[in-house]
C-alpha cells in the first residue's frame, strides 16, 4: 500500500514539476512540440512596427515615381520657353514675295538657332504650298487639327532620326493671301540638357531621403520601444503573479496530499 502511495507522489511531483515548467513563464513562446500544432504568436511591438514602416516602405517607391515626373515638368519649363523663343525669332524673318513665303536668315539669327553645344536644334519652315522654305525636309509634322493659331506657339513630343525631340511649332498667316495655307514654323531640339536638368533634380531630392528614412525607422523604433514600456511592466508583473499563484497551488496541493497519507 505504502509502496502504491509512493509512486502516486511521484507522479503527483511529475506532473506538478511538468506544470511548473509550462506555467513558469506565461508569456513565452511555445516549445517546440505546440509548434508544430500552433503557430507562434508574434509581439505586439513587431505587430506595430510592421504596420507602421509597411506603408512607409510602399510610399517611398511612389514617391521617387511623382518626383521624377515634377522633375520632367520642371525642367521642361525653362527650355520650353527659349523654344517658344526661338519659334518667334523664326518666324518673323518670313516674308511673302509675290504670294509665296520666303524666308531670310541673317547671320546673327542662324548663329542664334545653331548655338548649342549640347542639343541639336533643328527647324522646319514650310510655305503656303506645302513646300520647304527653309530647314530639315525630313522633320516630323503636326496633325492638321493640332497647328495653332497665328502668333500662339505649341509644343509637343516626337522623334527625328531615331532621337526624341521637343518641338516648338507655330504659323504664319499672310493677310495679302487671302485663302492661302498658313506658312508652318517648326523649331527642335534634343533632350539631353532637359534630361541632365531632371536627373539633378532627382538627385536633390532623392539623395536626403537616403539619409532621412532610416532616421526615421529609428524615430519609429525608439518611440515605441519607449511607448510599450508600461505595457512591457505589466507583463513581467503578470507573469510574476502567475508564478507566486502557481507556488502558493502547488504547496496547498502538496500539504493536502500529505494530509491524506
Known sequence: MSARADRATAHAADLDEAR????????????????????????????????????LLLLWPMSLAVT????????????????????????RQIHPVNGVAELTLPDSTRDFLRADNVDSVFYQVLGTRGELVGGERDMPLPHEEDRPQPGLVEFRDDVLR???????????????????QPVLVQVAETLDKRSQLANDIIKGVILPQFVILPLAILLVWFGLSRGLAPLHALQ??????????????????????????
Open 20 to 55: 511548473d515548467e509550462r506555467y513558469a513563464n506565461p508569456f513565452a513562446p511555445p516549445d517546440e512540440t505546440e509548434a508544430a500544432a500552433q503557430a507562434r504568436p508574434r509581439s505586439l511591438f513587431g505587430e506595430i512596427l510592421d504596420w507602421m514602416l509597411a506603408p
Open 68 to 91: 521624377y515626373l515634377v522633375a520632367k515638368s520642371i525642367a521642361n519649363g525653362p527650355f520650353d520657353r527659349a523654344l517658344e523663343t526661338d519659334a518667334y525669332v523664326l518666324a
Open 162 to 180: 531615331g532621337n526624341d525631340i521637343r518641338v516648338a511649332y507655330t504659323t504664319v498667316e499672310f493677310p495679302q493671301t487671302p485663302g492661302a
Open 236 to 261: 513581467a508583473h503578470s507573469a510574476r503573479a502567475v508564478r507566486t499563484t502557481c507556488r502558493r497551488s502547488r504547496r496547498a496541493a502538496r500539504r493536502r496530499k500529505s494530509s491524506r497519507s
